[in-house]
């Protein structure tokens, strides 16, 4: 293994949800011998990649990975104008609203602002989960064309995809028969699917200036919402979002 797959693998471990790690989790969950995990370890707290903490002894990421992210996710006036829809979003709700945009196969949290509601569904920004399982992947894959989806996902309606939990799709073609469901409802939904316990309501909007894309979400824990509320941030969300589309003149939404 190369000091880049290692320094990947590590990284990975906290795109999936880890706020720190020991020397132990990561040995452990790389199933690297301990001399190999503890040389990695040190080279990339030496590079500023991360930080440990004293006390602890336990890593998180460090300050000049932080600064790279910040650089990376730099806000577009595009995000500018998505975050304001987000507090709305949020604030009438009280749900926890996520803003995000697709890489490859995955969704990627661009922001997050947290509802007033005391229990909460909180991703961190920089977050990475498969676009096949959530509400927020299939209203981004919603927007793609069908060369664009073919491209990441191939043309064999049979191809596989990985199990993401219950009532995801198997195959691309269930995948494909979802997204088209999407597309005509312009909003997706997801309820006790990939993540467990979490429900969510999402929409995208695609810049025709510059064709970013961009897709916004309410998250909440399944317990919170009964059908009728559910359908209440559907269309919460299909107004809000539905406004920002026509201001961006992006097509989907004047049609």
């Known amino acids: 293994m190369s000091i880049l797959d290692g320094v990947q693998r590590v990284l990975e471990l906290y795109a999936d949800g880890a706020a720190d790690l020991s020397f132990t989790?990561?040995?452990?969950?790389?199933?690297?011998p301990k001399s190999t995990a503890s040389r990695l370890l040190n080279q990339m707290q030496n590079y500023g990649l991360l930080d440990q903490d004293a006390a602890t002894r336990r890593y998180r990421p460090g300050?000049?990975?932080?600064?790279?992210?910040?650089?990376g996710m730099a806000a577009t006036p595009l995000d500018d104008a998505c975050r304001a829809v987000l507090a709305r979003l949020s604030d009438d709700s009280g749900m926890t609203a996520y803003l995000s945009t697709l890489n490859q196969r995955e969704t990627v949290v661009l922001q997050?602002?947290?509802?007033?509601n005391p229990v909460q569904v909180l991703s961190p920004p920089g977050s990475r989960r498969p676009a096949s399982g959530t509400a927020m992947g299939r209203a981004l894959l919603s927007r793609?064309?069908?060369?664009?989806?073919?491209?990441?996902?191939?043309?064999?309606?049979?191809?596989?995809?990985?199990?993401?939990?219950?009532?995801?799709?198997?195959?691309?073609?269930?995948?494909?028969g979802l997204v088209a469901r999407t597309r005509a409802d312009r909003c997706g939904v997801a309820i006790d699917q990939a993540m467990?316990?979490?429900?969510?309501?999402?929409?995208?909007?695609?810049d025709p200036a510059t064709g970013e894309l961009r897709g916004l979400c309410l998250s909440f824990v399944s317990f919170q919402a009964d059908a009728e509320r559910v359908a209440r941030l559907r269309e919460s969300v299909l107004q809000q979002v539905g406004a920002l589309g026509r201001e961006l003149n992006d097509p989907y939404w004047l049609a």
């Open 25 to 32: 989790d990561v040995a452990g969950r790389l199933a690297l």
């Open 63 to 71: 300050a000049l990975l932080a600064q790279a992210v910040r650089a």
């Open 112 to 116: 997050r602002l947290n509802g007033s």
């Open 144 to 176: 793609l064309s069908e060369a664009e989806f073919q491209a990441l996902y191939g043309a064999d309606a049979d191809g596989p995809l990985p199990v993401e939990g219950r009532d995801c799709p198997a195959t691309v073609g269930e995948l494909a």
């Open 196 to 206: 467990p316990g979490i429900g969510a309501v999402a929409a995208a909007v695609r």
